[in-house]
């Protein structure tokens, strides 16, 4: 009976995964794995850990340009609110999904051009652990709810939060780095 349990269980899973989240497209598949960008011949020869010099930050630093999401996002918000049917509020729910997304991923890629090679590994790997969880979390989310596009709204709310947490982490790092 445990067993037949048991495979039920992840029949369920493996459905889910393959049909479960259909109103909530890309953000919630697994992206690919970032590469660390290789270091320089003269940083890799510095000691671990020690801090770049101004002539080594990445160019990316001297550009005066970046996105603002923030803006997108609360309109999307707002219009998720006027929304009528569940579908209508799923697919504005799916577009903010991808902005909170994309404003992770915007800040993790900038984290690591600040981290030596061997803090860039750790935190790509620390990063693909959390977005397992973070899938994990959308999962449960889902599970809660019989009517299918009320679970598909609950596992895409469960992503934008787990996301807004794993931002704050990111940002409590990053005022941990000096740069000099």
């Not at 590469?35 to 001297?62: C, F, N, Q, V």
């Amino acid at each position: 009976m445990t067993a037949r349990l048991g495979s039920a269980a992840a029949c369920l899973l493996f459905s889910l995964t393959l049909a479960g989240c259909q109103t909530l497209p890309m953000p919630f598949a697994k992206p690919a794995e970032p590469t660390p960008t290789p270091m320089p011949k003269e940083e890799a020869s510095a000691a671990p850990g020690a801090p770049r010099a101004a002539d080594t930050l990445p160019a990316s630093a001297d550009l005066n340009w970046e996105p603002k999401l923030d803006q997108p996002i609360a309109q999307l918000e707002a219009q998720m609110q006027l929304e009528e049917s569940q579908m209508a509020k799923n697919h504005t729910l799916s577009s903010i999904a991808y902005l909170w997304d994309a404003r992770l991923y915007l800040l993790f890629q900038d984290t690591l051009d600040y981290l030596p090679e061997q803090a860039q590994r750790h935190e790509v790997e620390l990063q693909n652990r959390w977005l397992d969880q973070r899938a994990e979390a959308m999962t449960r989310a889902f599970l809660n709810d019989k009517d299918g596009e009320v679970a598909r709204f609950a596992a895409g709310q469960a992503f934008i939060d787990e996301t807004r947490k794993r931002i704050e982490e990111l940002e409590q790092l990053r005022e941990l780095i000096v740069i000099e």
